[in-house]
Nanobody
Framework: QVQLVESGGGLVQTGESLTLSCAASGSIFSIGTMGWYRQAPGKQREMVARIGTDGSTAYADSVKGRFAISRDNAELTVTLRMNSLEPDDTAVYYC?????????????????WGQGTLVTVSS
């Protein structure tokens, strides 16, 4: 069974920083694109940042210059460093990854989501 486990959410004040981490585990052959998404109350889930296997990144316009995504391919982790947090950043943040799974005699593909971690930014 493959899973993603997030950590690092919490309550911070406007202007402060927070780092989210996500670790993959299970029968993993390789991991493709990894990313962070968020869903605020009453809103649709949106992409925050994603990173390819070559380290290429993409960010939502609303977080460019404030957030930074990185990954450790050996440790199967992805990290989101969030600076200058604003109340509009308040949401449940979800880790996401494209994972090639490994069974005894075959490979498979799963898009996997973490359980989510709550980030609350107070004004």
């Amino acid at each position: 069974q493959v899973q993603l486990v997030e950590s690092g959410g919490g309550l911070v004040q406007t202007g402060e920083s927070l780092t989210l981490s996500c670790a993959a585990s299970g029968s993993i052959f390789s991991i493709g694109t990894m990313g962070w998404y968020r869903q605020a109350p009453g809103k649709q889930r949106e992409m925050v940042a994603r990173i390819g296997t070559d380290g290429s990144t993409a960010y939502a316009d609303s977080v460019k210059g404030r957030f930074a995504i990185s990954r450790d391919n050996a440790e199967l982790t992805v990290t989101l460093r969030m600076n200058s947090l604003e109340p509009d950043d308040t949401a449940v943040y979800y880790c996401n990854a494209d994972i090639i799974t490994q069974a005894e005699t075959s490979l498979g593909y799963l898009e996997v989501w973490g359980q989510g971690t709550l980030v609350t930014v107070s004004s």
